[in-house]
């Protein structure tokens, strides 16, 4: 595939771990990076490169890489993450950006 | 802070033009690579397009290719986004952001708040 593949839809516990996760072939190039968009807001950066959070994002979120895969890990997840969540990265070229079709988290 | 603020959206009939404005505070265009992200109505985010700081280097996605054209000014820090013979499936949020602000060569960082465009008959 010359895509990102997310899941659609994934929900968790108040309080429990959940895994969101972004397959693509690019992946064993180039690191993903994560967004997180409540509604009506714009995106947000949430976790970039190897193991990279930028500055005022909680620590409960984690991302991993393995293969052509790439995980967003939330520990102890809270009403407020609730949101969309968008990987992104490099298409074969390189010099092209690409998103995938994001995963809505409900937080039940 | 950073600070990206979007206009120049609006409603358009099909194989018509718009031009988006990104202004930018608390950094210059003149060192950082600019994109334009878009997001159709209920749907996922879209890479548009990317410009590197000096205008040596643009990509752009194929659907947008021929079509859009994205610029600076770097003297008046601003984004463009020269978009013509539009289509009704161009109709989203377009959002303008940095790239690699947050860390060298790294990815888009900062957002604007988004500008709707809506190409319709």
């Known amino acids: 595939s010359s895509g990102l593949t997310q899941d659609p839809a994934v929900s968790v516990a108040l309080g429990q771990t959940v895994r969101i996760t972004c397959q693509g072939d690019t992946l064993r190039m180039y690191y993903a990076s994560w967004y997180q968009q409540r509604p009506g807001q714009a995106p947000i950066l949430i976790f970039y490169?190897?193991?990279s959070r930028p500055s005022g994002i909680p620590d409960r979120f984690s991302s991993s890489a393995s293969g052509n895969t790439a995980s967003l890990t939330i520990t102890g997840a809270q009403a407020e993450d609730e949101a969309d969540y968008y990987c992104n990265s490099r298409d074969i070229s390189g010099y092209h950006l690409m998103f995938g079709g994001g995963t809505k988290l409900t937080v039940v | 802070e950073v600070q990206l603020v979007e206009s120049g959206g609006g409603l358009v009939q099909p194989g018509g033009s718009l031009r988006l404005s990104c202004a930018a505070s608390g950094l210059s265009f003149s060192y950082y690579w600019m994109s334009w992200v878009r997001q159709a109505p209920g749907k996922g985010l879209e890479w548009v397009a990317n410009?590197?700081?000096?205008?040596?280097?643009?990509n752009y996605v194929d659907s947008v290719k021929g079509r859009f054209t994205i610029s600076t000014d770097n003297a008046k820090n601003l984004l463009y986004l020269q978009m013509n013979s539009l289509r009704v499936e161009d109709t989203a949020v377009y959002y303008c952001a940095t790239e690699g602000v947050i860390a060298p060569a790294g990815p888009i960082d900062f957002w604007g708040q988004g500008t709707l465009v809506s190409v319709s008959s």
């Open positions: 410009m590197k700081q000096d205008g040596s280097e643009k």
């Open positions: 490169g190897k193991d």
